[in-house]
């Protein structure tokens, strides 16, 4: 969705180009791998947990002191780097994972509360973000600032996703496979406002990107749980492994080709 959106904000403005830390075009390669990461997001965490018996407790800390680290990486290199980039994507979906696991398995948090709390939690980052920088627009992180807006409020996506699409499987009995396919068309829905309806590009790239992580995490589910369960039984294991393997040849395709950040690639010839 949103295939060839360009930066309308830095058209006029060559000198931030080359300090874009995103994706400069979205193209459906950015939403493939997105998904896929979402996937991992869910089996992954799922993974560390119960089949190397870790705990979530303990996976929580280990996989947020990782984050932390490359995050710390991804905000200090100067440019975009895909492989940074989209390793960042796939901590922060299992982080976000886990913030709600948490609220939910330790906390006795209803996934309704979290639901409603990270949606709130969401619109205040977006309105902070606003009032600070004048733009929601992903296609003008090239500060700083920024680029912290755009990763606080990816993460609370994560953590939003995954309270409404276990709300949606689970607590609402819709199951896996068919909660897959009502966030697949709210997407959609989306795309067909966006390229026949003019729908404004931010708000559209903003909603599908919070609608692919429950969409993501119902595929995971799906394919992962055993089928007494609603699922498919592959397990955690090969379903993470295949995504995993997906999204590394995706994004070493984009680091090749460069078909997300054209811009970068004139700009040094």
Do not use: C
Not at 238 to 265: H, K, N, W
């Amino acid at each position: 969705m949103i295939k060839g959106q360009r930066m309308n904000d830095l058209a006029t403005n060559n000198d931030h180009t080359l300090q874009i830390k995103v994706p400069i075009i979205i193209t459906l390669y950015f939403w493939v791998i997105k998904i896929l990461a979402t996937t991992v997001g869910e089996t992954g965490a799922d993974f560390l947990i119960f089949n190397l018996h870790i705990g979530l407790p303990i996976t929580s800390v280990l996989m947020s002191i990782l984050l932390a680290i490359v995050l710390y990486l991804q905000i200090k290199t100067k440019t975009y780097i895909p492989w940074l980039y989209w390793l960042t994507v796939v901590l922060v979906s299992i982080v976000g994972t886990l913030v709600t696991d948490n609220l939910t398995d330790n906390l006795g948090v209803s996934l309704i509360a979290s639901t409603i709390a990270f949606s709130i939690a969401l619109a205040a980052i977006f309105g902070l973000w606003y009032k600070v920088e004048g733009s929601l627009s992903i296609h003008s992180i090239y500060t700083k600032k920024r680029e912290l807006f755009y990763w606080a409020a990816i993460l609370i996506t994560f953590a939003l996703g995954t309270a409404a699409g276990d709300l949606m499987g689970e607590s609402l009995g819709l199951g896996y496979g068919l909660s897959a396919l009502v966030f697949g068309a709210a997407i959609a829905a989306i795309a067909l406002g966006f390229y026949v309806f003019k729908l404004n590009g931010i708000l559209a790239f903003w909603l599908a990107y919070i609608l692919t992580r429950p969409m993501g995490a119902s595929i995971g589910d799906y394919l992962s749980q055993s089928g007494k369960n609603g699922g498919l039984g592959f397990g955690t294991v090969v379903t993470s492994a295949i995504f995993l393997v997906a999204i590394v040849g995706l994004v070493s395709f984009l680091t090749f080709t460069r078909a997300d950040t054209p811009a970068l690639t004139n700009k040094r010839r």
